[in-house]
């Protein structure tokens, strides 16, 4: 395999990484409600209708593309990816905020654009303190499931790994986002507990089912770019 199509490979996950976490920051704020399938009738906690915060596809896919360079990277440059993602949120923040401030050529259209940029202090907290926890449990779980396998079974470490560390990241955006910080430091919209438990499990569900249905997209990413070859670890960024 020529080092071109790896290092375009590398760079794609990266970006497709990237791309999905700035996105999820900037949709977070909005709730959505999705009807439940009348098949399905009222699910329990949930209720007729899920109620999920607009990042939450977005952010699920910076899961299957950290496993996906877990996988065929290694475990050090998998975090350094998180971390320095972790750092490129308050790079993203900075530049809306500046750009929020800086005066308008069209007053009448700011309003509207802060509005729709600028996530609520409590939205941020919650994601940023989600982000940085559960990410780098995706890394540590993924490897620490691929020595007990011996590199084998890549759907188990893709799943479980993705699992446990969308409930983390779960839990916590909506538990700071929409409880603690309104409660504690008076910003944002406080919801009820219902309301947060149903935001919890429903956001949940959807992430729980985007881990399973994406294990084949994880190993036809991992055959094309070199089978999970395992890098060196003294060296993550190595092609070869």
Known sequence: MSETRVGTGQVAILAL?????????LTASKLLAIPVPDALGSLPVVGATVLMPGAALAYALTFFASDCYSELYGRRAATVMVNVGFAMNFVLLALVWGTIFMPAANPEFAGQFRTVLASGTNVVAGSLLAYVVSQNWDVLAFHRIREMTGGDHLWLR???????????DTVIFVTVAFYVAPRLLGIGEAFPPSVVLSLVVGQYLLKLLIAVVDTPFVYAVVAALGGGRGRDERDPWALE
């Open 17 to 25: 990484f990237v791309t999905a976490l700035t996105t999820a920051q």
């Open 158 to 168: 893709n799943v479980a790994s993705t699992a446990t560390s969308q409930a983390i």
